[in-house]
Structure formats: structure tokens, C-alpha cells
């Protein structure tokens, strides 16, 4: 009979990198999805791997920093398991300096960076250079280039996460909740394709909008909510420029001749994964400030909803007395950011039983 010695529930990024670094760790891993592989806020279409603003620092922008600058590996490493890209690449971005307090907020914030990026990446203020058919006009003339920054594609890096883990022996299952309920807090996952299995480990759960709501419901207060999110995808090839962030729009062109553009963020919908008048807005705004989306064609839409942990910051640790269980949720907007270090701490949690999750990121912090 075979045995799991970890079993992740969700396979949305947190769940799936988690399990991946397990696996890559020699761990048996079986991860178990309700629906498919990123069907929820995973399968969006931006993936900006973008850092925090390098001034009042703290344990959450280290976290940040450490995971951003271990993401070229980590892809690495997936890809050389899966056979398939991800679609990483540490491209930058450009910001727009629109008056003289921008400009002098971009060099202030510049020395943070030199003193906390600690010269692995520069967050610099520049004029006129090669990328300036694809930067969005300044007024000022001037740019924010942070080096930092990186894009990944997301469907086809959940898709490569869950191929490596297959690759190395673990057992990824898609569809295990075919009814549709909603997954609760120590509920057994049915047998269905592992009925040949037995759980013999700790159940980490990174199940996102649903897991917030399962453990608002077991401890009896809110721990987060779901944001809604809307996402355009443009047929315009830029696979080599940088990111934009432009009136609080993130631009990122991707390696495929296409260029992502979001989000939304939601609090009152009517429905969670429809597209609606929002987006419409977000498309116009996009050729508005991005003259070279102007006239492209938008070929994909996206709608979903994301979860925020009431601490802002991605919640991690043990499920409050429920012994072997354990919780990594709340990636609102940075998931795919922070993924590689939240899967690097938690699986020396899980699996070594060191505990290196920083203040601020702990599963009580929400509470």
C-alpha cells in the first residue's frame, strides 16, 4: 500500500509549490485539487513578480526580497523537472515619473533599495533609453527601472509545478471533489484515484478563498476575505521589455507575443468570475497610458476571486489545535512573488520541524 508522507490540499500555487519542495526534498508527496490545477486565483493571467517599495522595511519585504531573488532557480528547477516553461525571466519594470515629488520620493526610495537589496538589484531613476517605444510617456521625463521584477506566466507555471511533481514520484490528483462541496476543516479527502493510498503525515492546507472561510468558521472570527480580480490578455509581442506600472495598472509582457494587463481589486460583486464593466474600464485605461496597446487585440479575459489574509501578509503555520495540520494561505497579488520561500519554509516546518516563519506571517497574526 503506498504511503504519502505529506498531503497538500489545493493546487493553486501555494499548495503546489509547497508540494514541489517537499518532493524535491525526498518527501511522498500526494497533492489533492477539487477542481483542476489553478482554477482559482492561480489561473489568472498577470503574473507580475514585482517587490515592495524599499523604504520602512520590514520582516515582510525581507521575506519578499529573499523569495524574489530565489525565484530564477526555483523555476530552474521545475522546468528541468517538468520539461516545460514557466515562463520566468527577470525582465525589470518601468514606472512613469509624473511630477517633481516622484521623482524626488524614486531617489529617496533608491538609496533603500542600495541599502537593503544589498546590490543584487538596483532601483534607479533614468531618462531617455532603449525602451522608450514601449514606456509609457512620462511627464517629467523621467523613469522608474527597478532590476528587480520578473514575470512568470501563471497558467503554464502551475502546469510545470504540478508536471515536476509528477516526475519525481508524486501523486498530483485533479477533480477529487467531483460534487462540488466545499472542502472543511478536517475533513478526509475521499478516496477516489488514491484508494490504493493511506495518509501517514501531516495535511497542509492551501485551499485559499475556501480555506480563509474554513478557519474564520473553526475559530470563529474572520481570519481574511476574497477580493475579486479582473485581467486582460493583448495579442502584442514585448517578450524582452520590461514590466510598466502605470496609474496602478501592472503591464507585463510575457515570452508567447502577448501582454497581461491587471488587476481589479473588488470587494462588492455580483458575480466572482464574470468580466464586466470594470474590465472594460481597466482595457481603456491600459490604451490610454500604453501607446503600444493602443490598436492590439484583447484575446483573453479573466475573473476570479483572490484570498487576502486579515494581516495583509501570507498566513502560514500550524491549523490552531489540529495536530499534523497545517495552513499556507493569503498570496493576495503576491503568491507567485512569495511562492519559493513560503514553499522553502514550509516544507522545514513540515518536514524538519523548524519553524523560520517570521513575525507577521503566522496563522494567529490574523486573528
Known amino acids: 500500500m503506498a504511503t504519502a508522507d505529506v498531503t497538500v490540499m489545493g493546487g493553486g500555487i501555494f499548495g503546489l509549490a509547497i508540494a514541489w519542495e517537499c518532493t524535491r526534498r525526498g518527501a511522498r508527496v500526494r497533492l489533492i485539487e477539487r477542481d483542476c490545477i489553478g482554477a482559482g486565483a492561480s489561473g489568472g493571467l498577470v503574473g507580475a513578480l514585482a517587490p515592495h517599495v524599499p523604504e520602512n522595511w520590514n520582516t515582510k519585504k525581507q521575506f519578499q526580497l529573499e523569495s524574489l531573488l530565489m525565484a530564477k532557480d526555483f523555476w530552474a528547477g521545475v522546468q528541468a523537472a517538468s520539461g516545460a516553461d514557466p515562463g520566468y525571466a527577470r525582465t525589470g519594470r518601468l514606472q512613469p515619473l509624473t511630477d517633481d515629488r516622484a521623482v524626488a520620493q524614486a531617489r529617496a526610495r533608491a538609496e533603500g533599495a542600495a541599502q537593503h537589496w544589498r546590490g543584487c538589484a538596483e532601483w534607479r531613476v533614468e531618462s531617455a533609453g532603449r525602451d522608450d517605444d514601449w514606456a509609457a510617456p512620462s511627464p517629467t521625463g523621467l523613469w522608474l527601472r527597478d532590476t528587480l521584477s520578473a514575470r512568470l506566466h501563471p497558467r503554464r507555471a502551475t502546469a510545470a509545478l504540478a508536471a515536476a511533481i509528477r516526475a519525481k514520484g508524486g501523486g498530483v490528483v485533479e477533480g477529487a471533489f467531483p ?169 522545514d516546518l513540515v518536514l524538519e520541524g523548524h519553524d523560520r516563519i517570521p513575525a507577521g506571517f503566522r496563522v494567529e497574526d490574523s486573528f
Open 179 to 347: 460534487e462540488a462541496a466545499p472542502m472543511r476543516a478536517g475533513q478526509e479527502p475521499p478516496a477516489g484515484i488514491f484508494a490504493n493510498a493511506k495518509s501517514a503525515g501531516p495535511v497542509i492546507w492551501a485551499t485559499g478563498v475556501q480555506g480563509l472561510a474554513d478557519l474564520s468558521e473553526a475559530v470563529g472570527r474572520p481570519v481574511g476575505s476574497a477580493l475579486k480580480g479582473q485581467a486582460a490578455l493583448f495579442a502584442h509581442g514585448a517578450c524582452d521589455r520590461p514590466q510598466l506600472f502605470v496609474d496602478a495598472l501592472h503591464i507585463v509582457p510575457q515570452d508567447d507575443g502577448t501582454v497581461a494587463v491587471g488587476s481589479t481589486s473588488e470587494r462588492d460583486f455580483a458575480d466572482a468570475t464574470t468580466t464586466d464593466g470594470q474590465l472594460a474600464d481597466l482595457i481603456e485605461r491600459v490604451r490610454a497610458v500604453c501607446p503600444a496597446l493602443a490598436t492590439a487585440a484583447v484575446i483573453d479575459r479573466w475573473a476570479g476571486l483572490r484570498p487576502r489574509a486579515a494581516s495583509r501578509a501570507p498566513m502560514l503555520g500550524h491549523w490552531p489545535e489540529r495536530t499534523d495540520h497545517f495552513i499556507a494561505n493569503g498570496g493576495f497579488k503576491i503568491g507567485f512573488g512569495m511562492a519559493p520561500k513560503v514553499a522553502e519554509v514550509m516544507a
